[in-house]
């Protein structure tokens, strides 16, 4: 099969920290950190005449597109965040088709605070059509807040498919309890994010500790969560 490298990761890397990628039918998106506080997005669509030099190819061969400006599309600069530590997080898959909305949930964790919040981004892909900069561009942006003196665990995280739900574990500073959070979004400005704990704390659970807790991953279709322990054990809660 033939293979495309495209030339954009030596400005993309010189540019971007904590960089992620999303693969569409006609393009793909990166989404990352420019100067150590501005979220961005940037798309770029395969060109058409390079598909079309794709389904010609008859044997494997690479084909090298080295002028990024063929296929960017635009960038959007979501939020430029406070001082403190922040992270985001994408849906846990990309779909074949391209979606209405690219949702990105992001954690802030600020020590001076004592609630400290995240924030969802619903970005359309309407928006990005033209080529340019468009960093004025208003986005639908929810903010939610964690529980009081409470912070998320930046790689406990598990966004589902549709980017509406998500689960993450947090630990509360002041009993150094951990707890297992979910939340559901809507695109819809009007709504606000519905944040709750995923499992009651008066319930019984042989799960030991969840400071245990190495791998977190969420189905969001089967509304199943998996946690695995440092011990090697799976466990699947269902709701």
Request: aromatic letters at 12%; proline letters at 4%; hydrophobic letters at 50%.
């Amino acid at each position: 099969m033939p293979v495309i490298r495209l030339s954009v990761y030596s400005c993309v890397w010189q540019t971007f920290e904590r960089l992620y990628f999303r693969v569409y039918a006609d393009r793909f998106i990166l989404v990352g950190v420019k100067q150590f506080t501005i979220l961005v997005v940037r798309a770029y669509a395969f060109p058409s005449a390079l598909l079309s030099r794709v389904h010609q190819v008859s044997r494997e061969m690479i084909i090298v597109v080295d002028d990024e400006d063929e296929f960017f599309i635009a960038e959007l600069e979501l939020f430029r965040f406070p001082s403190g530590s922040f992270d985001f997080h994408l849906p846990a898959e990309s779909a074949a088709e391209i979606p209405k909305n690219l949702s990105i949930i992001a954690f802030v964790t600020n020590f001076e605070q004592t609630q400290e919040a995240g924030y969802v981004f619903h970005v359309p892909f309407d928006l990005m059509k033209s080529n340019g900069l468009l960093a004025q561009v208003k986005i639908n942006v929810q903010r939610f807040t964690l529980s009081p003196k409470a912070s998320a665990i930046f790689d406990m995280v598990s966004v589902g498919e549709t980017g509406r739900r998500a689960v993450w574990l947090q630990r509360r500073w002041d009993t150094d309890e951990f707890e297992l959070m979910k939340a559901s979004f809507s695109t819809e400005s009007a709504t606000l994010p519905q944040v709750g704990a995923l499992v009651p704390a008066s319930l019984a659970l042989p799960l030991g500790s969840l400071h245990t807790c190495r791998s977190l991953a969420f189905d969001e279709a089967m509304g199943s969560v998996l946690i695995c322990l440092h011990t090697g054990e799976l466990y699947i809660l269902q709701f």
